[in-house]
């Protein structure tokens, strides 16, 4: 008799997709953007914020440490990284892990899929 998988406890996560970078004279366009949206948090709107205006190079990467960012916004490290999580669900920031402790990871602001439909997260990756 062959064994069924048992069903995940996570369902899986929607998303939607990062489209364009975000060009060196449309960022305050894009930090409007993001601050004008209802469904992001106060939070998620300070860490962009923070993002665009101190971290982000002429190339438009930025990589700060997680901990950097809790400091400045007086939170903890795992409320900023579900800050930047729900940056990047909303298709604001895209995010490169390096997957290594000591290596930062990589992120930089982008549009949202013009097309704006909802995939699986794992369809993208």
């Known amino acids: 008799m062959a064994s069924t998988p048992l069903p995940s406890r996570n369902p899986p996560k929607l998303t939607t997709p990062c489209g364009l ?5 449309d960022r305050p366009k894009w930090l409007a953007h993001v601050t004008g949206l209802q469904s992001l948090l106060p ?7 923070r993002l665009m205006t101190y971290y982000c190079s002429r190339a438009g990467d930025a990589w700060p440490a997680h901990a950097t960012l809790a400091r ?12 930047l ?3 990047h669900d909303h298709g604001l920031l895209q995010i490169i892990s390096r997957k290594k402790e000591g290596r930062p990871n990589v992120c930089w602001p982008c549009w949202p899929d013009a097309g704006g439909k909802v995939v699986q997260l794992k369809e993208i990756r």
Not at 21 to 25: G, L, M
Not at 43 to 49: E, H, R, T
Not at 72 to 83: F, G, I
């Open 72 to 83: 400045e916004n007086n939170r903890c490290v795992r409320t900023v990284q579900r800050a």
């Open 43 to 49: 939070l998620d709107k300070a860490i962009a914020a």
């Open 21 to 25: 970078r975000v060009n060196r004279k």
């Open 85 to 87: 999580a729900r940056l």
